[in-house]
C-alpha cells in the first residue's frame, strides 16, 4: 500500500514536471517570434503583412526594435479597399504605402496599461495619433484585441486601416482630378445638358465655338431655348434671323465673364466686365444678373462654369437702375430700341421749304406785275 501510493505521487511529480517544461518550452517560442513572424502565426493580417512586404519594411520590422504596431485586420483593410473603390493590388502599388504603414508603427513599447486618456505618439512617419480610452482608440479606431506581445514589441490590434493627414490629401487631390478628367468643356456641357440649342447654334453662326471650347477658364451666363423663344416673340423675329444679326457675337460674349465665377464667389451688387466689354451687375436673393434670374447654378465644366439663366442678356441695357432693359424676359414689354436720327438732315428739309416757299412768292410777284 505504501509502495501503491509513492509510485503515484512519483507519476504526478513527473507528470506536473513534464507540463511545466512544455509550457516553458512553449513561452520560449512565442517570446522568440518577432512582429511579423507573430502577425503571419496569427493569419489574420495577410494583407498588413503583404503590404509590409510590398513596402519592404519586413527587415525592419523584425528588428530590434521595441516596437508598437496598431495592426488593421484582413476586415479593415476590405473596408478600406470597398471605401477608396481599389483592389489589393492598386493599394499595395501607391507610391505612399509605405507611409501609411509607418503611420501604424511607434517606437518603444506600448503596452495598454501605458496609455492615457488624450496622449499623442509620434508615429515612424512623424506624424501623431492621439489615444483615447474608455473605449480604447487611435484616432477614433478601435483597439480590439491589446498587448500581443512579440519579442521586439507589442502589437495592437485594430479594426479600421489608419489614413495619415497627407495620404488624406493625395487622395482627396486623387479625386478632384479624376473628377476634373470626367468634366468635358462648356460647349460639350451645354450640348450633354440638353435645352441650349438656340445658344449652341448663336455660337456655332457667331463663330465662338472654338473660344468656348478653348482652355479659359470661362463663366458663361446660359440662357434656356425658353429664354431665346421668349426673345424672339418680344423682337417679332425667327431663329434665322436672330442668327443672322450682324451684332450676335458681341450679344453673346456679353453672356462671358472671363475666370470660374462660383456661385460662392458672388456679392450682392458686384459688377463683372464681359468679354464684349461691358459690365453685367450681380444681384442676391434671388441671385440675378441684370435681372435675368439664375436658375441653375454652377454647372462646372473643364474650363470654367456654367451658370444657366432664364433670359437672354442684351449689351447696352441699364444695369443700374434695377430695370430690364438689359434683359429680355418672357411676359416683359418689348424693350425699348433706340432709333437713329439726324438733326442735319431735319434742318435741310426745313430750309428747302423755306427756299420753294420764296422762290414761289417771287414768280407770282413777276406774273402779277406782267399783267
Not at 464667389?265 to 451687375?281: I, P, Q, R, S, W
Amino acid at each position: 500500500m505504501h509502495k501503491s501510493k509513492v509510485f503515484v505521487m512519483s507519476l504526478v511529480f513527473m507528470l506536473l514536471m513534464s507540463m511545466s517544461m512544455g509550457m516553458g518550452v512553449l513561452a520560449d517560442n512565442h517570446e522568440g517570434d518577432d512582429i511579423v513572424d507573430t502577425a503571419i502565426a496569427a493569419d489574420d493580417f495577410n494583407t498588413l503583412v503583404a503590404a509590409v512586404q510590398a513596402a519592404d519594411l519586413v527587415d525592419a520590422l523584425k528588428g530590434d526594435g521595441p516596437f508598437t504596431v496598431f495592426a488593421p485586420t484582413d476586415e479593415a483593410f476590405a473596408a478600406l479597399l470597398d471605401e477608396l473603390g481599389v483592389t489589393a493590388e492598386e493599394l499595395l502599388a501607391r507610391e505612399d504605402l509605405a507611409d501609411i504603414l509607418l503611420y501604424h508603427v511607434v517606437e518603444g513599447k506600448v503596452m495598454s496599461t501605458d496609455l492615457v486618456d488624450g496622449m499623442e505618439a509620434t508615429t515612424l512617419n512623424g506624424e501623431k495619433v492621439t489615444i483615447t480610452l474608455n473605449p480604447v482608440q487611435v484616432n477614433g479606431v478601435n483597439v480590439v484585441t491589446p498587448d500581443v506581445e512579440a519579442s521586439n514589441g507589442v502589437i495592437h490590434v485594430i479594426d479600421a486601416v489608419l489614413i495619415p493627414e497627407q495620404g488624406e490629401e493625395e487622395g482627396t487631390e486623387e479625386e478632384a482630378t479624376e473628377e476634373d478628367n470626367s468634366l468635358v468643356d462648356i460647349v460639350e456641357t451645354a450640348t450633354a445638358a440638353g435645352g441650349f440649342e438656340t445658344l449652341l447654334a448663336a455660337a456655332q453662326a457667331a463663330g465662338l465655338v472654338d473660344a468656348l471650347k478653348g482652355e479659359g477658364p470661362l463663366t458663361v451666363f446660359a440662357p434656356t431655348d425658353e429664354a431665346f423663344a421668349a426673345l424672339l416673340d418680344e423682337l417679332g423675329v425667327t431663329a434665322e434671323d436672330l442668327l443672322a444679326n450682324e451684332d450676335l457675337a458681341d450679344i453673346l460674349l456679353y453672356h462671358v465673364v472671363e475666370g470660374k465665377v462660383m456661385s460662392t464667389d458672388l456679392v450682392d451688387g458686384m459688377e463683372a466686365t464681359t468679354l464684349n466689354g461691358e459690365k453685367v451687375k450681380i444681384t442676391l436673393n434671388p441671385v440675378q444678373v441684370n435681372d435675368a434670374n439664375v436658375v441653375t447654378a454652377d454647372v462646372e465644366a473643364s474650363n470654367g462654369v456654367i451658370h444657366v439663366i432664364d433670359a437672354v442678356l442684351l449689351p447696352g441695357g441699364d444695369t443700374d437702375n434695377g430695370t430690364n432693359e438689359g434683359t429680355a424676359e418672357a411676359g416683359d414689354a418689348s424693350p425699348a430700341i433706340p432709333q437713329t436720327s439726324n438733326n442735319s438732315v431735319l434742318i435741310y428739309i426745313v430750309l428747302a421749304v423755306l427756299a420753294g416757299a420764296v422762290a414761289l412768292f417771287f414768280i407770282r410777284k413777276e406774273k402779277i406785275a406782267r399783267v
